[in-house]
């Protein structure tokens, strides 16, 4: 077999938007996790003001100003909404133990959330594209299994020690209770420690699924399917951290991250449904990370595999210094040997260190 | 206007099955913590389930004091909800508190008063 190598180095400053690219020779891992927003990722759009509402009242308030927004046409434009349903009420029934070990049924209801979004596609003599509305609308829900380590009971008793009422003074009648505290060190401190543990040493699989439409002339009864797809990502982090009572100390941390996705495409000339199926490793130490991934396709026409091996460095808050080196997807034209040099400024791919 | 975070009734202790307990449940995944005070003696804290706080006749005439402190810890949501619940008396009395925490890991206070007559 004939392997045509290629070695690409160099500064690559990385500014791409959100959007989701399947291309084959530009898919990675973190383009097949799943998506917070399905709807999002598959209209391709990474919307700056996004509707999140808390309450029943708000969801209808956001629906109402979308569709007066929307002008003579029936359908809104660039509308992006995302709404937890559990969430929109409160559950004064729900304890803490129960919300941390929630078991399967309760898992999924707890973070199911619906996005839809709208965005609006101009005629495009080039593309072949046609005026209209493009729609979608996803799903995503999760299951946290296991049981709250001892770790995270010993965090949550520091917790509730910091903030127990202050002082041996009753309540008082008729007076107002004391103010609202915010920003506290301590508290804020153990939160974040709280956080930063919690999925330790428990399987956490996320799911999500969704599909677009286009209506032409924005037409609601011209619909067009365009797009769809389904996320699977089960993911492990070790169990590392320590707390002595008041301070968490972190070892680096380990995860195993798994992905699995299925894309529906009808958007180019011939429809394509690739499958893609990964499994990732990640080492990450303070503002160093060092990973190593496998990603496959399959029933697409440009089968192939990748495997590669990645550091990356958090030089500052807003950026990051990376090195891939491994085999890329075989395309047409070019080499599949990874050695890439990189600079990410804090726009554009998510890096594996957070801000 | 009553303050949301707070509660003021009279529980009558007799005609129920007596002692008088108490529990308190922090609702919507968050975390809490309380101090209880009978008259001026703080008589518990932290955690409550089903705190036995006296039989009826020694009761009446006497104030149950809650002040309870519930932390925004939920990322999902900025609910936060505090149910005090009275039993062994005539009557089981279970009440409800919510109120939106404005920011994310901010500490709401709540209080509740019951007199015992």
Wanted: proline content about 7%.
């Amino acid at each position: 077999m004939k392997c045509t190598l290629a070695f690409l180095a160099g500064i690559a400053i990385a500014v791409s938007a959100a959007a989701a690219d399947d291309t084959v020779d530009k898919v990675k891992i973190d383009d097949v996790k799943t998506p917070p927003s399905p709807a999002f990722v598959l209209l391709g759009i990474a919307p700056s003001a996004v509707e999140r509402p808390t309450t029943p009242r708000a969801v209808g308030v956001s629906l109402l100003s979308s569709l007066q927004d929307s002008g003579s046409s029936a359908l809104p434009k660039n509308f992006a909404l995302e709404v937890a349903p559990y969430w929109l009420v409160s559950h004064p029934d729900l304890t803490r133990k129960t919300y941390t070990e929630p078991g399967f049924v309760r898992s999924l209801r707890q973070t199911f959330s619906v996005s839809i979004a709208t965005a609006e596609q101009k005629a495009d003599a080039t593309t072949g594209a046609v005026a209209g509305t493009l729609g979608g609308i996803g799903v995503r829900t999760a299951y946290l299994a296991g049981k709250r380590s001892t770790i995270e009971e010993q965090i949550t008793t520091a917790i509730e020690n910091a903030i127990a009422p202050v002082g041996d003074q009753p309540p008082q009648p008729n007076t107002p209770p004391p103010p609202i505290i915010s920003g506290d060190s301590q508290t804020t401190k153990l939160l974040k420690g709280l956080r930063d543990i919690e999925h330790e040493g428990r399987w956490f699989i996320e799911a999500a699924a969704g599909t677009t439409a286009l209506f032409e002339s924005n037409d609601s009864s011209k619909s067009k399917h365009q797009k769809s797809g389904v996320w699977l990502t089960p993911s492990y982090r070790l169990r590392r951290s320590t707390f002595n009572g008041a301070e968490l100390k972190t070892a680096p941390k380990v995860d195993f991250v798994g992905v699995a996705r299925w894309l529906s495409d009808h958007t180019t000339a011939e429809a394509s449904h690739p499958f893609d199926l990964g499994a990732r490793v990640i080492w990450n130490h303070g503002d160093f990370a060092l990973s190593a991934e496998h990603l496959r396709r399959r029933r697409s026409k440009t089968n192939g595999q990748r495997t590669a091996a990645i550091g990356e460095l958090k030089v500052s808050d807003d950026l990051f210094f990376t090195a891939t080196f491994g085999k890329d997807f075989r395309t047409a034209g070019r080499g599949d040997l990874i050695a890439i040099l990189g600079l990410h400024f804090g726009v554009g791919k998510k890096p594996l260190l957070t801000k | 206007m009553a303050d949301p975070r707070k509660i003021e009734k009279d529980y009558p202790v007799n005609g129920g099955p007596g002692p008088i307990l108490l529990s308190i449940v922090i609702g919507d995944g968050q975390i809490g913590a309380s101090k209880v005070f009978l008259g001026n003696t703080r008589i518990a804290k932290g955690a409550i389930q089903h705190l036995p706080i006296g039989v009826p006749d020694q009761l009446r005439g006497q104030t149950l004091g809650i002040r309870t402190n519930v932390l925004d810890a939920n990322p999902q949501t900025n609910h936060t909800s505090v149910t005090f619940i009275v039993t062994g008396g005539a009557v089981v009395e279970h009440d409800t508190l919510t109120f939106d925490a404005p920011h994310d890991g901010d500490v709401i206070p709540y209080e509740a008063i019951f007199t015992f007559v």
